[in-house]
């Protein structure tokens, strides 16, 4: 079983700064990509940012040049750096990991409040 465990959220005013961290626990041999999605009210999930094993990222054109994803492979964690902040920036961020525990699958965290005030 794996499991993922998120904290940093929050409430900050536009223009500033929130980081998110993530890390996995549970009896997986290994993680190959992890990433964050994020959810608005009455808005479909959207891909966040992704990092592959090799720690190469991608990000949704939204968040470029404002958030950075980042992994520490020793400790299972993924974080995500969100820099000048924007009230649409406002959701549910969840964090994911692709595992292998008995097979590969996607585990996902309970998701973080990230509020952006205008």
């Known amino acids: 079983q794996v499991q993922l465990v998120e904290s940093g959220g929050g409430l900050v005013q536009a223009g500033g700064s929130l980081g998110l961290s993530c890390t996995a626990s549970?009896?997986?041999?290994?993680?190959?990509?992890m990433g964050w999605y994020r959810q608005a009210p009455g808005k479909q999930r959207e891909l966040v940012a992704t990092?592959?094993?090799?720690?190469?990222?991608n990000y949704t054109d939204s968040v470029k040049g404002r958030f950075t994803i980042s992994r520490d492979n020793a400790k299972n964690t993924v974080y995500l750096q969100m820099n000048s902040l924007k009230p649409e920036d406002t959701a549910v961020y969840y964090c994911?990991?692709?595992?292998?525990?008995?097979?590969?699958?996607?585990?996902w965290g309970q998701g973080t409040q990230v509020v952006v005030s205008s």
């Open positions: 994911w990991v692709f595992a292998f525990y008995i097979r590969p699958m996607y585990y």
């Open positions: 549970g009896s997986f041999s290994r993680i190959n990509d």
């Open positions: 990092i592959t094993s090799g720690a190469m990222t």
